[in-house]
């Protein structure tokens, strides 16, 4: 079931990404203020995973909902999703226009928001230093579904009241790197370690918000390289050096990796459809 979600969302974020190469994607300037509630599956005991859209008045906003919205990128995760877990109640999965570049979860709600900003973004700030477009595309998609992933994260611990030792934030990471491992498509983790990476160059190490919830990008950037190189150290072997993993920290990333993996299975374990 794993590969099967991560196949489901990635293979909608790059019919996004398709579309908006060619043009496809029809414009939502004209859309509805109100929010449009889209049933991801017919109604089932208990809740389930259902797909909202609000307006998009600015620029950046615009672009990200096309993308988003006509290539139905949150209907697939949705799908895939209500094919795998149960829930107590509904999970709504929204795209909203929010006037930052961001992605959250709201408990109160029990709403995952993903700001059409954020989509324009992934898209975009990679673009000058990628080799090629596609590599940019590339960039671009992983950091959507890596965001899909940790906000996912975020929302059955809450929906579930699972234990989250340590910043839940971190937690959250885990669950996406685990499930980027189980791809089956080496760029998606790759590419998150390059977001994280550039991202972090961004930053004046005076400024960095080090009481935040969030670990630093370059530590998460770490993190996902360790996790990654965990999950299959033969494959990943020529990361570990002086220009990428550390080796002090390599050797301990096997262990980390089995325990993240132990860890969410068996959270996730009763909450698994069968």
């Keep these: 079931m794993w590969n099967r979600l991560v196949a489901a969302g990635a293979g909608a974020l790059l019919l996004a990404t398709t579309l908006t190469a060619c043009g496809g994607a029809q414009s939502s300037t004209g859309a509805r203020a109100e929010v449009e509630a889209t049933p991801a ?8 995973f259902v797909v909202a859209y609000g307006d998009a008045k600015e620029e950046s906003a615009i672009s990200g909902k096309e993308v988003i919205q006509a290539s139905k990128v949150l209907e697939g995760f949705a799908d895939a999703l209500n094919g795998w877990l149960t829930l107590p109640e509904d999970i709504t999965l929204t795209g909203e226009e929010c006037g930052q570049v961001n992605a959250f979860y709201s408990p109160d709600e029990k709403k995952i928001t993903f700001c059409y900003e954020l989509v324009a973004d992934g898209f975009a700030r ?9 590599e940019n595309i590339e960039h671009g998609r992983a950091n ?15 929906i579930y009241d ?27 983790g790759m590419q998150t370690i390059n977001y994280y990476f550039h991202t972090s160059q961004d930053q004046d190490r005076a400024d960095l918000p080090f009481y935040d919830e969030h670990s630093m990008d370059e530590q998460r950037a770490y993190n996902y390289m360790c996790w990654m190189y965990g999950s299959d150290p033969d494959a990943y072997a ?11 920290r390599a050797g301990r990333c096997p262990d980390e990796y089995r325990k993240i993996a132990n860890a969410w299975e068996k959270l996730l374990a009763p909450h698994v459809k069968s």
């Design 41 to 48: 599956v017919a109604k089932e005991t208990g809740g389930r």
């Design 126 to 134: 990679y673009r000058d230093v990628a080799e090629s477009e596609e």
């Design 144 to 158: 959507l579904v890596d965001t899909l992933f940790h906000e996912l994260g975020h929302a059955v611990i809450d």
């Design 162 to 188: 699972l234990p989250a030792l340590g910043k839940e934030d971190d937690a959250a990471d885990q669950l996406s790197a685990y499930l980027l491992t189980k791809s089956g498509d080496d760029s998606l």
């Design 238 to 248: 020529d990361w570990v050096g002086e220009q990428g993993l550390p080796e002090n």
